[in-house]
């Protein structure tokens, strides 16, 4: 076996102009890897470690947390940092293990719409929960609402 008869890679980019997604992703994912770290150490030493640790963890802690400018941008930063880091990864994994360019494609935009999907879904809970809701019946309140 000679040189010659080595193919080149799918992903091989030397030879095309404009922007580098691949080199682009491989950037991300150090950089969102770093910075999930630190969110991740900051969220659990918070609800851990701090105050009453894990016995203080119930629906008011989160009620209050999540009512909290700062701990709803920590962890929406966590949350859509985690999601484009892993659909970067599984976009990886598919780029690797899939040999047809269309089952490729059709995987990476269904990955692609996930992401989406929970990211909003993820985004309205962190900026739109409410433990107390007006105009709720009160025997379905939490004990710390005023009714």
């Known amino acids: ?9 799918r992903t091989a980019t030397a030879a095309r102009r404009g922007p580098n997604f691949e ?3 491989w950037v991300f994912m150090r ?3 770093v910075l999930l770290v630190i969110l991740i150490i900051g969220h659990l030493f918070v609800n851990l470690m701090l105050g009453d ?5 119930d629906f008011a802690f989160v009620g209050g947390k999540l009512s909290n400018p700062f701990w709803q941008v920590w ?5 859509v940092l985690a999601l484009i880091h892993g659909t970067n990864g599984m976009r990886t994994i598919v780029n ?7 089952t490729r494609r059709v995987l990476e935009i269904l990955l692609y719409l996930v992401c989406v999907v929970l990211i909003v879904l993820g985004l309205l809970v962190v900026f739109t929960f409410d433990p107390c809701p007006a ?5 379905l309140l ?5 009714a």
């Open 53 to 57: 640790g894990i016995s203080a963890i």
């Open 1 to 9: 076996m000679t040189i010659q008869d080595i193919e080149y890679p």
């Open 23 to 25: 080199k682009a992703g």
């Open 142 to 146: 939490p004990s710390f609402c005023s």
């Open 31 to 33: 950089v969102s890897g």
């Open 135 to 139: 105009g709720s019946p009160a025997d």
């Open 96 to 102: 690797d293990y899939v040999a047809k360019a269309t």
């Open 75 to 79: 962890d929406a930063l966590m949350l």
